[in-house]
C-alpha cells in the first residue's frame, strides 16, 4: 500500500504540472503600431513575437539568470483547439510559450498579443513551475498520510491523494497568475506595447469569478494588477 501510495504523489504532482497550462523600466522602444485590424492574425502574431522575444529574454537573464532564457514560441494552428496560451519547459528546461490559432483569433491588438506573451513568460522568470510541482507534492504527501492512516482501498487512496495534489497545486494558483500579470505588462511596456491596451482582453474574456479552486483570479483583479504595474512603472518603482 505504502509502495502504492509513493508511485501514486509523483505521478499526481507531474500530471498536473504538464496538464497546467522588478526592475525599473528600460527606454522604451518606437511606439507599437496603433491601426491595427478588429481580428488579430498570424501576421501580428509573428509581428509580435520578433519585438517582444529578445525583451523577454533580456528581462529573464536580469531576473533569474540561472534559468534557461533562450524562449521556444509555439503556435498551435489545429483548428479543434479551444482559446489558449500556456507555458511550460522540455526535457532542458528550456522555456516553452504556446498560443492556440483560436487565441490569436479572438484577440484584437498587437499590445493584447504582447500582454499575453509577457504573462506566460513571466510565469517561467518567477520559476512558477517548481513551485507548483513542490505544492502538489506536498498537498499529495498529506492526501496520502490520510489514505495510509485511514487504511482505505488503492482506489479511494488514489481519490485522496489526487485531491491532495489538486489542493496544493491550487493553493497559491492565483497569487501565481497576478504575479504573471505585474511582471507580463512590464515585459510589454519594455517591449513598447501598450499593457494597459493589452488588458482589455479581461474585460471580454469569461470571468472565473473567486472559486475556491479556481486556477485565475477575478477579471477585474487581474486588470487592476495591470494598472497597479504601470503606475508603479511610472513612478519609477522596481516591480
Known sequence: MLHALKMSLSMAATALVVAGCTLAPAPMLSPAPQALAPVSTRADFNTVVARMRPVATQVCRERNPRLDCNFIVILDDRPNQPPNAFHTRDENGRPI???????????????????????????????????????????????????????????????????????????????????????????????????????????????????????????????REVERAVANMAAGNPI
Open 97 to 223: 510559450i504556446a498560443f492556440t490559432i483560436a487565441l490569436i483569433d479572438d484577440l484584437r491588438s498587437h499590445d493584447e498579443i504582447a500582454l499575453i506573451f509577457g504573462h506566460e513568460a513571466a510565469h517561467h522568470i518567477a520559476d512558477h513551475l517548481p513551485r507548483i510541482q513542490q505544492q502538489a507534492m506536498t498537498g499529495a504527501l498529506l492526501g496520502g498520510l490520510v489514505a495510509a492512516i485511514s487504511g482505505v482501498d488503492q482506489g479511494t487512496a488514489q481519490q485522496i491523494v489526487n485531491t491532495g495534489a489538486t489542493v496544493g497545486a491550487r493553493r497559491y494558483s492565483k497569487n501565481f497568475e497576478l504575479e504573471a500579470d505585474r511582471l507580463g505588462a512590464v515585459i510589454a511596456a519594455r517591449g513598447g506595447y501598450d499593457p494597459m491596451r493589452g488588458a482589455q482582453i479581461f474585460r471580454r474574456i469569461p470571468d472565473p469569478g473567486n472559486q475556491f479552486l479556481g486556477t485565475h483570479p477575478p477579471n477585474a483583479e487581474r486588470l
